[in-house]
């Protein structure tokens, strides 16, 4: 039997977004969301596949890839590429934000500071740029990677 989720205001979005889609509600496709909202991380298709796993063995990764582009277009989830990988994040309700990747152990740090985004803001007003969105990654070390690689050296 299918243990029934609480309601949640992704899940209504989501569910409303297949019926205008007329795409069909499907308990794998309520798996895979129930799994990624609960995950708290920048989720690669794989991470994510594995964690859906544990719970559905029938769930296969082009699924999880292809609903994750649903939960995009529903607006619950966001791509970005890291070193070629396109991971998710959840959407729904959150504030803009940029991110610090570790390329020592992986970890992302999810930073926001309104001092740089003015910035930008006036940058591109002085060329008459209009920015539609934009995606900060900086790519360095942690202060732990960054603490291991002073000692090893
Ligand atoms: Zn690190
Ligand atoms: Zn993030």
Redesign the pocket.
């Known amino acids: 039997m299918m243990a029934h989720s609480a309601p949640s205001p992704e899940r209504e979005i989501f569910t409303a977004f297949l019926e205008k889609n007329r795409l069909k509600r499907s308990e794998q496709r309520e798996a895979i969301l129930d799994v990624f909202l609960k995950s708290e991380r920048h989720l690669s298709v794989d991470d994510l596949f594995r964690l859906v796993k544990r719970r559905r063995a029938d769930v296969g990764r082009t699924t999880i890839y292809r609903t994750l582009k649903l939960l995009q277009a529903a607006g619950l989830a966001s791509e970005m590429q890291i070193d070629g990988q396109s991971r998710f994040e959840k959407e729904y309700n959150r504030q803009h934000h940029d991110h610090f990747i570790?390329?020592?152990?992986?970890?992302i740090f999810e930073f926001s500071n309104p001092e740089i985004e003015r910035i930008q803001e006036e940058v591109a007003a002085g060329i008459g740029f209009v920015i539609d969105g934009h995606r900060h990654q900086i790519y360095g070390?942690?202060?732990?990677?960054?603490r291991?690689s002073t000692v090893a050296s």
């Open positions: 570790c390329q020592g152990c992986g970890e070390r942690c202060s732990r990677c960054a291991r």
